[in-house]
């Protein structure tokens, strides 16, 4: 079994600042890349930003300069800083978990619930 959960949303004013954490657990014997997507209302999940094992990032556009990834491998842990923060990041935000259950096993994927964030005023 594989855990994924997220936390830290929340509501925050337009300009302000949220961190989110994702934290992997269970049958994780090795982590490729932490992900982190988001669902608008009324809109398609989009992808945010990936962080690798290598700690490699690569940020959508519309969050380059104002989200930041980190990763803490040890603990199978990303946080995603947001910050100057608009009402259209408004979505709630899935973290996605590309891993190894075991040496022998299959690649697999895991979702978490996601978390929400509300931007405004």
């Known amino acids: 079994q594989v855990q994924v959960v997220e936390s830290g949303g929340g509501l925050v004013q337009p300009g302000g600042s949220l961190r989110l954490s994702c934290t992997a657990s269970g049958s994780v014997w090795r982590i490729f890349a932490m992900n982190w997507y988001r669902q608008a209302p009324g809109k398609q999940r989009e992808f945010v930003a990936p962080?690798?094992?290598?700690?490699?990032?690569n940020y959508t556009d519309s969050v380059k300069g104002r989200f930041t990834l980190s990763r803490d491998n040890a603990k199978n842990k990303v946080r995603l800083q947001m910050g100057s923060l608009k009402p259209e990041d408004t979505a709630v935000y899935y973290c996605n978990v590309d891993f190894l259950g075991g040496p022998y096993l299959a690649r697999s994927e895991y979702w978490g619930q996601g978390t929400r964030v509300t931007v405004s005023s």
């Open positions: 962080i690798t094992e290598d700690n490699i990032t």
